[in-house]
């Protein structure tokens, strides 16, 4: 298994540090979320140590998902949650505040006033021309990698 001994989620997985689990298994481990944005707030986290979802094994990153898809089913029949927010954020400029990939199982309830982090009323749509401008930048980056 790939570790960082310095990193929390590496330590919390391998059992040396504090946590509230939900699910584990060889590949994962979800957890609660110490400063929860709800109550239920829950991360999954892979084993296996990649600061960010580049360098996330692909195979892991499919076991990741499939994982947050069977705690979001708890989230729903445990806690009664009327949606589920998934979110994992990438870089310190979205947010990641510790650098191990991990998803955000964020349990919803209607009226919650949470929001999206998406308004899709506060945004305006692109013209094509330009959205054609960065769907080649992305696709010219592709092809190198």
Request: charged residues 25%.
């Given at each position: ?50 600061p ?15 994982t ?45 006033g ?32």
């Open positions: 298994m790939v570790r960082d001994e310095n990193c929390i989620f590496c330590n919390i997985a391998a059992g040396e540090a504090p946590s509230s689990k939900v699910f584990e298994d060889d590949v994962c481990v979800a957890f609660l979320d110490v400063a929860p944005i709800r109550p239920g707030h829950t991360l999954v986290v892979p084993k296996d140590h990649a960010n979802l580049a360098e996330l094994d692909p195979g892991i990153g499919c076991h990741l998902f499939r947050g898809q069977k705690v979001a089913a708890a989230l729903y029949g445990g806690l009664g949650c009327d949606g589920v927010s998934v979110f994992l954020a990438d870089g310190a400029a979205a947010g990641q505040d510790v650098f191990h990939s991990h998803l955000h199982l964020l349990p919803r309830y209607e009226g919650d949470l929001g999206s982090a998406f308004r899709a009323d506060e945004v305006e749509m692109m013209p094509r021309e330009e959205l054609d401008e960065v769907a080649e930048k992305i696709k010219s980056s592709l092809q190198k990698a």
